[in-house]
């Protein structure tokens, strides 16, 4: 098996990249040294570039020159997809042998398994990155630079966050650790918390608001908005009861005028980028300067059939890959007349009724995402460089389900939430009045799962709930039986790589 180096070799080997442009969507193309990248605020934005372009990108072209190997080769978003949602009744994947998809799909993964170790060295290559930026940059005076450094806190707290959330605890570095061959010290799940928070909050008083973000870099809402994910999962991640906190945090979203898309759709297309509405924070593709196998074109033609008669055109695809469906569970969450079940049928049934999950008869596409413009053409050929959709990453919808979710779980009655809820009701049908006895617990996650489905937060949703492991809620092959089983309470987290234990004995548990 290929693995990537013990991370502070990362750090010790990192190699930043300028490039030409300030722009955040452009590759790094030519070489210097770090005195020359941090010696002007062009070079520093260019360094920053490649920090935000670490989640989606693998290196410095369309094809090869990776930044350093992987088991399967794909970004870090990719790979963060399929970790978040194919263990879930969300995605039933189908490529179970030639993308080492099985032990994901049947809840069977181990310390060995190919996504868990590609995943973990690209969040702490992300982490390096910012560390490498912020160490050369924090002293600086310069106002703008200043801004620079929020913004890579906030990335590495990001990545930091998918630490903690997939693998429960995980090495700590900084940008004040040393560079050379030692053992990083473990933080647990606690430790990682109080981190993520501390910084957090640093840095959302730091960051521009939402009227004075330019697109696609990060903001305060875009701090908050992640600081409440992390204070609704903090009894999971051992850091006791934050509903109030979270409810705080959501506020601070929305009191700074982001308002919903009425037009669901148009958020998850190739001109999403106009959804600042409603999208906080976005990873930005482009299938000419930022272009990803991994992220939105992954979610655009993994969806479209390799073997059927669905037209890849109609998505704004030039092609299918056929990688992945739905399950029967999921999709049985949407009432009549919901304008988020965009799902392609066909002849499919709907369950796979103890069939294999990689059969094709079975299982309905999710085409959620799209390459087509608001005009309803192509914005890229896919087969050549991939989607121009956006990855919307942080957006108003999940703040308003988070803010419901911790009222209620702190002792708020439904008739407060209610107002909260029927915003998104009024979005996803044209007529229907949500009462107050509809709203619980319960609700909330299967709404959850109706507006938010493959944004990376089902299997997030379902530990939370108690149900991601147990068999208060089982799907069809969950645990690798037909009909769905319990699996470990283990399985709540992931492994830290075999490799990476091996090479750091402060690891292993």
Not at 152 to 171: E, I, Q, S, T
Not at 178 to 190: E, F, L, M, Q, R
Not at 397 to 407: C, G, Q, Y
Request: net charge negative; aromatic share 12%; with cysteine.
């Amino acid at each position: 098996m290929k693995k990537a180096n013990n991370i502070k070799l990362f750090l010790a080997s990192l190699l930043l990249l300028a490039v030409t442009s300030c722009s955040l969507d452009e590759y790094p193309h030519t070489e210097v040294n770090g005195s020359e990248v941090y010696s002007t605020t062009a070079g520093c934005n260019s360094a920053l570039a490649k920090v935000y372009a670490s989640y989606v990108i693998v290196g410095q072209a369309k094809e090869g020159l990776s930044d350093f190997s992987t088991n399967n080769g794909y970004d870090l978003m990719r790979g963060y997809i399929n970790m978040q949602e194919m263990p879930t009744d969300e995605m039933a994947p189908t490529w179970l042998e030639g993308d080492q998809q099985a032990g994901l799909g049947y809840m069977q993964w181990n310390a060995d398994d190919s996504w868990v170790s590609d995943v973990y060295y690209r969040l702490y290559y992300t982490i390096a990155l910012a560390n490498d930026f912020i160490a050369n940059t924090a002293s600086k005076e310069d106002q703008t630079i200043k801004q620079y450094v929020s913004e890579a806190r906030f990335l590495r707290a990001l990545a930091y966050y998918m630490v903690l959330d997939l693998y429960g605890k995980g090495p700590f570095v900084d940008e004040n650790s040393g560079i050379g061959s030692y053992h990083p010290d473990v933080y647990t799940n606690a430790q990682l918390f109080a981190y993520i928070e501390s910084e957090l909050k640093a840095v959302a008083t730091a960051l521009p608001a939402k009227s004075a973000v330019e697109y696609g870099r990060a903001s305060s809402g875009a701090a908050y908005a992640l600081l409440a994910k992390l204070y609704l999962n903090a009894e999971v991640y051992g850091a006791g009861n934050h509903y109030a906190d979270c409810v705080t945090a959501c506020d601070n979203v929305l009191t700074q005028g982001y308002t919903l898309e009425q037009d669901y759709q148009k958020l998850f297309n190739a001109d999403n980028h106009k959804r600042t509405n409603e999208i906080i924070f976005s990873l930005n593709i482009d299938a000419t300067n930022t272009v990803s196998w991994g992220a939105t074109t992954y979610l655009v033609c993994g969806a479209i059939g390799n073997s059927n008669n669905q037209n890849a055109a109609d998505y704004g695809a030039t092609g299918g890959w056929g990688n992945f469906r739905t399950r029967g569970e999921f999709t049985s969450l949407f009432n009549e007349g919901d304008k988020r079940a965009l799902f392609w049928k066909n002849d499919s049934q709907q369950f796979f009724n103890g069939n294999s999950i990689d059969d094709q008869n079975y299982g309905w596409f999710g085409c959620k995402y799209t390459n087509l413009t608001d005009a309803g053409e192509s914005a890229s050929n896919t087969a050549d460089g991939g989607a121009c959709t956006d990855y919307p990453m942080l957006r108003l919808a999940d703040v308003i389900l988070m803010k419901a979710e911790a009222m209620l779980r702190n002792g708020s009655a439904a008739d407060a939430v209610l107002p909260l809820l029927q915003q998104l009701c009024d979005r996803a049908f044209d007529d229907r009045t949500l009462l107050a006895s509809e709203v619980n617990l319960q609700y909330i996650l299967d709404e959850r799962a109706r507006e938010l489905w493959w944004e990376c937060t089902r299997r997030t949703d379902l530990v939370r709930y108690g149900m991601f492991t147990t068999n208060k809620y089982l799907w069809e092959w969950k645990g690798g039986a037909a009909a769905g089983t319990a699996v470990s309470s283990t399985m709540n987290t992931y492994p830290i790589p075999a490799a990476e234990q091996s090479a750091n004995y402060k690891l292993k548990d």
